[in-house]
Structures are given as C-alpha cells and as structure tokens.
C-alpha cells in the first residue's frame, strides 16, 4: 500500500497572513484530518528559493485509493468552498499529490 503526500502551496496577501495563519492552524488542518484515512499534516512557510508561493502543507494519506476517494469526496468539496469563502480573494493556491515510489 503506497503513502500519498497531498501538497498544496499558497500565497496570501501580508494584511491578512497572520488571520490565514491562525484559521489553517485551528480549523483547516483539523477538518482535513477527519477524514479517515488522513494520517498526518505539517506546515511549512518558504524561507529560501524563487517560489512566490510561501506556505506549504503537506497531507499524509494512508492509500492512493484513499487520497483518489478524499480527491473527489464532499468533504474536500467543502474544504474548498470554506477556503475560498475566507481567502479566496487575497490568496492563490495550487494543489498537487504524490504516490511514494521508495521505499516500497
């Protein structure tokens, strides 16, 4: 059964970082991690490199076919909308996944 890393990087504007910061912390994160099969979540802020995303959080899923159900499920819909509803307008975003290949 191979491990899926969930990434998705952002990039909020400075006035409302420090209100990002405290709802992804508190909130975001727990309610990804209720669905069952999210195993764990870290978050990163970008301290080197040309990226003009500066934070990053990384899902840890137990299956692909776990991260394949969570991808299309209402649960990740609703992630979605909650996010957009608070930052949506200061903020970009971009999502990707990765199966762990090594070691097997």
Not at 35 to 44: D, K, L, M, N
Not at 61 to 80: P, V, W
């Amino acid at each position: 059964m191979a491990i899926v890393l969930f990434m998705v990087r952002a990039k909020v504007e400075p006035v409302r970082e420090d209100a990002f910061n405290h709802w992804y912390d508190t909130e975001h994160v727990p309610q990804v991690l209720r669905y069952p099969g999210a195993v764990s979540a870290r978050r990163y802020k970008q301290i080197l490199g040309d990226d003009t995303f500066e934070y990053m959080a990384l899902y840890e899923f137990a299956s692909e076919a776990t991260f394949a159900a969570f991808h299309t499920s209402e649960h990740l819909a609703e992630l979605i909308r909650e996010y957009d509803a608070r930052f949506g307008d200061c903020s970009d975003r971009r999502r990707s996944a990765f199966v762990q290949v090594f070691p097997r």
